[in-house]
């Protein structure tokens, strides 16, 4: 989305979403699903993230990028839902939250997707403060400057979080 504040403010809301939706979708999914766990859940949580956004478009006061706007929502919204009566009291069935890893050799494959799977298992079980920085920084591949940004915090503290993280994270996978 390569608009000016004063093209934004006239090209139609639902243009703006649609091109939203289109860029930034399937990072909002994958955004989702560090929070809940589930891929189905983290599709319905983005779509609603969407719904959201487009409520909230006139309100937006350009003083972010529209992409660090749209992840505060995101990420608000799963927080939210985290704490919603739904969330606590109804299972969910887990869904596969691994993508395949294309190797020549099947036993490559069955091995990676082990080695993804017990990496995916331990960041989910890091405590949410610890998990965010983690995949803001590793998967969305973010700055400590943008991390700070959307998480609403020091950015001395996305590195004090971001160390303690790695931390608990090779205490965890080396007592396996």
């Known amino acids: 989305m390569a608009y000016t504040i004063e093209q934004m403010k006239e090209i139609p809301h639902e243009l703006i ?6 860029d930034y979708g ?4 994958q955004l989702m699903l560090q929070y809940v766990h589930q891929f189905s859940l983290a599709e319905d949580l983005a779509q609603e993230v969407f719904v959201k956004c487009y409520k909230a478009l006139p309100t937006f006061q350009y003083n972010s990028s529209i992409k660090t706007w749209l992840w505060r929502i995101a990420i608000n919204h799963a927080k939210d839902y985290l704490k919603s009566w739904y969330a606590k ?3 969910v069935q887990q869904d596969d939250l691994f993508a395949k890893v294309p190797t020549a050799d099947v036993e ?10 017990e990496l995916a298992r331990e960041v989910f079980a890091l405590p949410l403060k610890y998990r965010e920085v983690i995949y803001l920084c ?23 979080r971001l160390r303690k993280a790695k931390q608990l994270l090779k205490k965890r996978l080396e007592a396996l």
């Not at 979403?17 to 289109?22: G, N, P, Y």
């Not at 399937?26 to 999914?29: A, H, L, R, T, W």
Request: proline share 0%.
């Open 17 to 22: 979403i649609d091109e939203l939706m289109q």
């Open 26 to 29: 399937q990072e909002i999914v």
């Open 89 to 91: 009291n109804v299972a």
């Open 108 to 117: 490559q494959q069955v091995i990676q997707k082990l080695a993804d799977a």
């Open 138 to 160: 590793y998967y969305e591949e973010r700055t400590m400057k943008d991390i700070a940004e959307v998480l609403q915090i020091n950015e001395n503290t996305v590195k004090t």
